[in-house]
């Protein structure tokens, strides 16, 4: 059964500051995977998709990565902003199963 | 906005009340999908439908019973519950089940079980 892990569970930092969210799986066969944003009870909103054939995936400030092997991906923020605080969230896609980590909790602070 | 709507946005119910929840998705998309988030807990798929047909049921409790009617609908039917079922019950869809698909998500229910 596939376990997905996040941490830290959460972050604070100050405003321009570059971060790194961690991601860990546990089954390496995965289709992809997935980084989400969530805003305090709202829904999930798709930041970066990676397949499983894929390294990286970009998206303005945003930067994932993805090493299958060691069962890790890493979400890279640069620039942080104020806006940014929301919780993230990743899923990784095994068959017709999406299994998610309990999320990081990120604060950017002006 | 993400094209996936969900009402109600908030439910409090009775352990002996039915209710149902309801999904709508403007985006053509062939897949839905129904997601619960706990307090503390990862988000958890409970029901996949792919062109109407129930794809995928992890192990839900049968107080949950799901509905597709068509490409666009997705209800989940709610009877019998626990406390414990309160939870964030989110609705998302994709264009098909696809190993590629993106799947977008609706702003969810709020449920509380009295």
């Known amino acids: 059964k596939q376990e997905v892990t996040q941490i830290p569970a959460a972050l604070s930092v100050p405003e321009g500051e570059n971060l790194v969210l961690n991601c860990s799986f546990t089954?390496?066969?995965?289709?992809?995977l997935q980084w989400f944003r969530q805003d305090p009870g709202k829904g999930l909103t798709s930041l970066l998709l990676?397949?499983?054939?894929?390294r990286e995936q970009t998206s303005g400030r945003l930067n994932a990565s993805l090493d299958k092997s060691s069962g890790r991906s890493t979400l890279y923020i640069a620039a942080s902003q104020p806006g940014d605080s929301a919780t993230y969230l990743c899923?990784?896609?095994?068959?017709?199963?999406?299994?998610f980590g309990a999320g990081t909790r990120l604060t950017v602070k002006p | 906005e993400t094209g996936v709507t969900q009402t109600p946005r908030h439910l409090v119910m009775g352990m002996t009340n039915k209710k149902s929840l309801k999904c709508e998705q403007h985006?053509?998309?062939?897949?839905m999908y129904w997601y619960k988030q706990s307090a503390k807990k990862p988000l958890e798929l409970m029901f996949v439908?792919?062109?109407?047909?129930?794809?995928e049921n992890n192990s839900v409790p049968s107080r949950f019973s799901p509905e597709c009617p068509n490409s666009s609908h997705l209800f989940l039917h709610l009877h019998t519950l626990q406390p414990e079922d309160s939870a964030l019950y989110l609705c998302?869809?994709?264009?098909?089940?696809?190993?590629?698909?993106?799947?977008?998500f609706g702003p969810g229910t709020r449920l509380t079980v009295l």
């Open positions: 998302a869809s994709s264009q098909a089940i696809a190993r590629t698909d993106t799947q977008y």
């Open positions: 089954d390496s066969a995965i289709y992809n």
């Open positions: 990676i397949q499983s054939s894929q």
């Open positions: 899923a990784v896609r095994n068959n017709n199963d999406m299994r």
């Open positions: 985006l053509g998309h062939n897949a």
């Open positions: 439908y792919n062109f109407k047909e129930q794809t």
